[in-house]
């Protein structure tokens, strides 16, 4: 569904680059994580994936066209979640924002806005402002913003990187069971390696300028659940196998 | 809460009511012609502007004020905005701005009669001259420092640009625009009343400078109080208007003084520009 292919971004032509020669590929309904050490580049592979920025070369195609632009069936929860919410306008108005302008009527507004507020929990913080929530519950706003635009492919930067660890495994069971129930492909991006292992199908390493690694094919039960799952000594197993594989030392930098 | 709220009202009283007594007090021994009594000042008041003097001087003050007011924040949020997406743009008007904002309204006063005539407009265009400039150097500074994370989240749902202008960029600056057209009414104020102490044929200005020179001390003091009390109740509509646009900015800066946001104030001082005042008048655009 998603190619990504020798993508390269270098901010500063006289420095190095952010990311380098990065190439993956996500098939449809995948759940996806990608883990690398803060300022390897995720970020910036997130938004040339999303058509924010241009990339400086290299490719990502979305269901075989190019993307040039920000593409029509996806939506991105962005790291700052808080300063992605509009304080001005109502929770409902936050997350019924986009749709307008995707061609929705009021009445379609309105309803797709209730569906997804429910679906996170927040069905009667519609009329709340985001401010007067917990950091938390604007998160899940932001994620019900992305659920009511009704995106095939659903990126996330480090979505619950601000919150606590109790609503962190709340909000990770609420991403699966929002997998597993709509139709959409999953790409999630968390320096957190517990949190990869326990929500991906396939974890992707990435290593500094962000370029893959090694891929990881989490091959646990499909059934996760916060004790059992991480539980298992196979969980234990992949997550220090993605942990030695980000501190493994490079061979393209070992002399020789 | 409400007994907090009538305390303070009746606080605020205590001063204005014994300056009042303590003129009165003084001006009824002192017998001086300059500074008559409170009765008399309040007798001309009632007489003049109770309601005589209403539809021939204060209404057409009001009404070039407030068209000077208008276009000054029409013109300041217009090519405000422009300058604060553009930095090509601003620097290329940048010296020519600043050129305009440096003339002393009233020194523009001869050349705006010549060109408009003794009629309103000329008082009007000095008016709206003089107060775009807190609201135009705001505006850019709002636009500028509108979240780049609100405008990525806005571009990557493929919200169209005139939406992202008017329901994003717009109401993030509001807290800017509002700061400056708050001292841009000031100035209005001001101006309307030099306005009228040339070339005009009514006014409030007009009549209270027509009464000094006729020697009538009252009626003088009638329009100068009258005067204070535009100036007092314009603010006040302002900041009642203000209260109810930016109460999300107000609860978030933890300004919000009456009931109307309902839970306390959460984190982020972010995303609130740095606090909006007027001091941006001072800095280049
Ligand atoms: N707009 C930009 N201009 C210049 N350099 C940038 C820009 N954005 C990111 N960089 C640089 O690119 C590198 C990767 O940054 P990026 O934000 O993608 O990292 P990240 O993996 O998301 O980090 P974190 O986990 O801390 O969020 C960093 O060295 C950063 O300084
Ligand atoms: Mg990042």
């Known amino acids: 569904m998603l190619d990504v292919r020798d993508l390269t971004k270098t901010y500063d032509p006289a420095g190095t680059p952010a990311m380098a020669d990065l190439t993956f590929t996500v ?55 808080s300063r992605s919410l509009l304080p001005w306008m109502t929770v409902a108005g936050n997350v019924g924002f986009p749709l307008p302008y995707k061609g929705l009527s009021k009445a379609q507004v309105a309803a797709a806005t209730a569906e997804a507020l429910a679906a996170v929990g927040l069905a009667d913080r519609g009329d709340s402002y985001p401010w007067q929530l917990s950091g938390g519950m604007q998160q899940r706003v932001a994620i019900a913003r992305a659920l009511a635009y009704q995106p095939r492919i659903l990126l996330m930067d480090e979505p619950f990187a601000s919150v606590d660890a ?46 893959v690694h090694e891929v990881v094919e989490i091959d646990l039960p499909a059934e996760r659940d916060q004790l059992a799952t991480k539980q298992l000594p196979r969980f234990g197993e992949l997550r220090s196998h993605v942990l030695s594989s980000l501190r493994a030392p490079d061979p393209a930098v070992l002399p020789g | 809460m409400i007994r907090n709220r009538i305390t303070d009202w009746a606080l605020a009283l205590v001063l204005p009511v014994l300056l009042l007594v303590a003129y009165d007090g003084w001006a009824r021994t002192a017998d001086d012609f300059f500074f008559p009594p409170l009765s008399e000042i309040g007798g001309t008041f009632a ?32 090519l405000g905005t422009l300058l604060g997406f553009s930095r090509t743009l601003s620097t290329a008007l940048d010296p020519v701005l600043q050129f305009l904002r440096a003339l002393p309204p009233p020194a523009l006063i001869p050349v705006s009669l010549l060109v408009f005539g003794a009629g309103d407009s000329a008082k009007v265009f000095l008016i709206a001259l003089g107060a775009v400039w ?29 939406a992202r202008l008017t329901r994003l960029v717009l109401p993030a600056a509001l807290p800017r625009i509002f700061a400056g057209a708050r001292t841009a009414l000031g100035i209005a104020i001001i101006l309307m009343v030099v306005s009228e102490l040339i070339g005009a044929d009514n006014g409030v200005g007009y009549v209270v400078q027509l009464a ?31 209260r109810r646009v930016l109460h999300w900015h107000l609860a978030i800066s933890g300004r919000a003084t009456t009931g109307r946001a309902s839970s306390a104030p959460r984190r982020r001082s972010r995303r ?5 005042t007027e001091a941006a008048g001072a800095r280049r655009p």
């Not at chain 1, 924010?52 to 929860?77: I, Q």
């Open chain 1, 27 to 81: 098939g449809e309904r995948e759940f996806v994580c990608i883990v690398g050490s803060s300022g390897c580049g995720k970020t910036t592979m997130l938004r040339c994936l999303s058509g924010l920025v241009a990339p400086t070369s290299g490719t990502v195609t979305l269901d075989g066209v190019p993307v040039d632009g920000p593409p029509k069936d996806m939506a991105f929860v962005f790291q700052d979640y």
């Open chain 1, 166 to 211: 109790q609503t962190r495994a709340d909000l990770e069971d609420l991403l699966l069971d929002i997998w597993r129930r709509y139709d959409i492909t999953i790409l999630f991006v968390t320096h957190d390696i517990d949190e990869a292992v326990y929500l991906a199908q396939r974890v992707l390493v990435l290593r500094r300028p962000a370029h």
């Open chain 2, 47 to 78: 007489d003049e502007w109770l309601f005589t003097r209403i539809p021939t001087d204060l209404l057409p003050s009001l009404v070039r004020m407030l068209a000077g007011f208008a276009l000054a924040v029409l013109i300041g949020v217009a």
């Open chain 2, 134 to 162: 807190p609201v135009l150097l705001n505006t850019v500074d709002g636009v500028r420092g509108v979240d780049r994370t609100a405008l990525d989240m806005a571009r990557s749902y493929r919200v169209p640009a005139h």
């Open chain 2, 212 to 242: 000094q020179r006729g020697f009538d001390i009252p009626e003088m003091w009638a329009g100068t109080v009258l005067l204070g009390l535009l100036g007092f109740s314009a603010n006040a509509l302002f900041v009642a208007v203000e």
């Open chain 2, 272 to 276: 609130t520009t740095p606090n909006p």
